[in-house]
């Protein structure tokens, strides 16, 4: 009987995580492509609440494009009491409108090696956060470039 306590105590402890897991709800996505130094990561919740948040799975793949253009990596991952853990892998197609499916990532789906039509919704954030971790990487050249034009003259003025 204690042990049938514990079993039940058990699976009610992991529902949540379980739950979240079926529902999408990821803690983050991290992104590399082009234009993406090293790997950006985002967590706005419009990219990470739903599973079907880049492409409804669930519809017909769609033939594979002739050329789909700039592809980003796209990694989604949930944070389980401290520990990261990714949980499936896409290349998101921002600017022609598709993505292609690699997979889960300790598991098989019935989506995996397909190509989907995006979800248009999720264009509009995935290039804000482009946008975002390009203003940021240009900032420090930018200081740099002040901060050397400020040294030239006050060399210039010393001299």
Do not use: C
Not at 111 to 130: I, Q, R
Request: net charge neutral.
């Amino acid at each position: 009987m204690k042990k049938l306590i514990w079993i039940i105590a058990a699976l009610l402890l992991t529902l949540p995580s379980l739950a979240a897991r079926a529902n999408g709800e990821f803690t983050y996505v991290t992104v590399r492509g082009p234009g993406v130094v090293g790997e950006l990561t985002v967590s706005n919740p419009i990219l990470t609440q739903e599973f079907f948040a880049f492409a409804d799975f669930s519809q017909e793949s769609v033939t594979a494009p002739a050329d789909a253009g700039d592809g980003f990596i796209v990694t989604r991952t949930y944070v389980i009491e401290g520990k990261e853990q990714p949980f499936d892998q896409l290349q998101y197609y921002p600017y022609t409108g598709f993505v292609y499916y690699i997979g889960v990532a300790d598991g098989t789906s019935e989506y995996a090696g397909k190509w989907y039509a995006a979800n248009p919704s999720a264009k509009e954030p995935f290039l804000h956060a482009l946008r975002e971790q390009a203003k940021l990487t240009w900032y420090p050249a930018i200081i740099m470039i002040i901060l050397l034009v400020i040294f030239f003259f006050a060399y210039r003025k010393k001299a």
